[in-house]
């Protein structure tokens, strides 16, 4: 079970990473992404709620723990996550944001 959790932590992980998920719209209650995924490309919404939606399969088949790709945009906004996140002493999940931003500022 861990290992799972933890895949898919580092899944969202490598997706921020490789500037992956594309913000389409965002308010303070709802944000639509486009993620590139290793097969194909996603919809993801995420609502400030912790309610998200992914057009992958496991979004398709689960409606609490994010896929990677909807904790990928939720990391990026800083939205409530639902899964239980693994963490990381070395960098944090905070610390992750913070890379995504100066990376977001400086293109
Ligand atoms: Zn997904």
């Known amino acids: 079970?861990?290992?799972?959790?933890?895949?898919v932590f580092v899944k969202a992980l490598s997706i921020i990473r490789k500037n992956k998920v594309r913000i389409l719209s965002k308010t303070e209650f709802r944000v639509l992404a486009e993620v590139e995924g290793e097969h194909d490309t996603y919809s993801v919404i995420i609502y400030r709620d912790g309610r998200w939606s992914c057009t992958c399969n496991f979004g398709?088949?689960?409606k609490e723990d994010e896929c990677?790709?909807?904790l990928a945009t939720k990391l990026i906004v800083g939205f409530p996550i639902i899964r239980k996140l693994p963490i990381i002493p070395e960098l944090g999940?905070?610390?992750?944001?913070a890379l995504v931003q100066i990376k977001e500022n400086s293109t």
């Open 93 to 97: 999940i905070f610390g992750t944001c």
């Open 60 to 62: 398709v088949f689960s």
């Open 68 to 70: 990677s790709h909807a």
């Open 1 to 7: 079970m861990v290992k799972t959790l933890e895949s």
